[in-house]
């Protein structure tokens, strides 16, 4: 831990169970772990399971209030300016209310470190094909599903995010962006961000999943895995559509869903798993610990065949436990699976490539194993939090230390 920087906090409004294995929750307590002073911030009226305990972690709610003052951050921006002067380090996601508050932390606390994690392939405010993820009645981003717009909302949808995009551009002191091409892209546009924008992948907790599997006896399945909410964005008509074209070629392999139906998917599933094949269609809800590291230790092949992603990080799970991955080529997937060395990557919404890469991988062991090992050897080597901690750590001390420089600099001047 860098001995300046002593006091961190996080800002994440919505905080279910699900994502204290995922970024927000394995930062936060990574940097627990090192010695930090971490605070994670979220409303307290949140409708999902609460979370009472991540590590050392100290987990503040605070009050949303009323709907509107939850969108535009009300909160938030109170937190920062009473405490703000004594936040070394915030860290804050891509969005609207977190740039007013990158502006108001810069304005009490000129010392203070200010990260934003964009979570991003790269395209910021941009939407593919003028897509764009709906929310539902209550402003929640889960379980939401794809829709067109017109041409006049996604203009002030894009303005208003190359607004937000702009200020924490100009407010915040360092950026992170998962994947190497993800930063490309923003770079191709903004080139003044050169040495501020760093690469930092997701990854995973390996300590913890190399406990979980000690005493796991799973043998491999003829078993194709996904693990994600299943709903359309995340492919999951594809997978089935190629499978339905593979079953009769491969009577004795099955198809295990894990995670949870959302609403507007759960008609649409019904249609796509047909009296011939819903027998070799598992579908296991949400699982967690041990129950899911032994579907992954269980399956032979894991398939993503997400339509929109910033990472994925369930694919370097799977890497970790040995799977044969296919993944569509959305997001960081180019990345992860090394351009197709520790992975077979299709274009996203090919079923054909899809069903392709399939069938390839289930009537090839050794195609399996090739990959499976080159995925397992990669994940331990860039998807560990443990390194991944260290590396932002440094990155914090580098900022701290130079802000710091400056501050003096300008005091002799």
């Known amino acids: 831990m860098n001995n300046q920087v002593r006091n961190v906090v996080l800002w994440f409004p919505f905080f279910p169970k699900i994502l204290v294995a995922k970024d927000p929750g394995q930062i936060a307590e990574h940097l627990a772990k090192m010695g930090y002073t971490v605070r994670l911030l979220t409303y307290s009226d949140d409708r999902h399971a609460k979370v009472s305990t991540i590590g050392k972690v100290e987990l503040v709610s605070l009050s949303a209030g009323s709907k509107l003052s939850r969108r535009i951050g009300l909160a938030l921006y109170n937190y920062v300016l009473r405490?703000?002067?004594n936040i070394d380090c915030m860290i804050l996601y891509f969005g609207f209310s977190q740039a007013i508050a990158s502006v108001l932390f810069r304005l009490v606390n000129r010392q203070g470190v200010c990260i934003v994690k964009m979570d991003s392939d790269g395209n910021l405010y941009k939407r593919q094909a003028l897509r764009i993820v709906k929310l539902d009645s209550t402003g929640d981003l889960y379980g939401g599903e794809i829709y067109k717009l017109n041409l006049a909302r996604?203009?002030?949808?894009?303005?208003f995010g190359e607004v937000t995009f702009r200020i924490l551009a100009l407010t915040a002191d360092l950026l992170i962006i998962e994947s190497p091409e993800a930063r490309e892209k923003v770079l191709e546009k903004h080139p003044y961000l050169k040495h501020r924008l760093k690469v930092l992948p997701n990854g995973i907790d390996q300590n913890r999943f190399g406990e979980l599997s000690q005493g796991i006896r799973a043998q491999r399945q003829n078993k194709i895995l996904y693990v994600g909410r299943i709903e359309y964005p995340k492919g999951i008509d594809l997978l089935i559509k190629a499978f339905y074209r593979l079953k009769d070629k491969y009577p004795d392999w099955k198809i295990e869903l894990v995670g949870t139906v959302t609403p507007s998917f759960d008609s649409e599933l019904e249609k796509l798993i047909t009296d011939d094949i819903k027998d070799r269609i598992i579908s296991s809800g949400y699982l967690y610990?041990?129950?899911?590291?032994q579907r992954y230790i269980e399956a032979k092949i894991f398939c993503f065949p997400s339509r929109v992603e910033s990472f994925g990080f369930v694919m370097t799970e799977a890497m970790y436990f040995s799977n044969a991955v296919v993944s569509s080529n959305v997001g960081a997937a180019r990345y992860i699976l090394d351009d197709g060395n520790a992975g077979m990557i299709f274009d996203n919404e090919n079923v054909e490539q899809l069903t392709t890469c399939l069938d390839r991988l289930m009537s090839d062991e050794q195609l399996r194993a090739r990959l499976a090992t080159a995925a397992k050897s990669r994940c331990e080597k860039l998807f560990n939090w443990d390194s991944i901690i260290k590396e932002l750590d440094r990155h914090i001390g580098d900022v701290f230390?130079?802000?710091?420089?400056?501050?003096?600099a300008t005091r002799k001047e």
Do not use: F
């Open 83 to 85: 405490n703000g002067k």
């Open 154 to 159: 996604m203009i002030l949808i894009r303005l």
């Open 289 to 293: 610990g041990t129950e899911l590291v």
């Open 401 to 408: 230390s130079k802000k710091r420089t400056h501050s003096l």
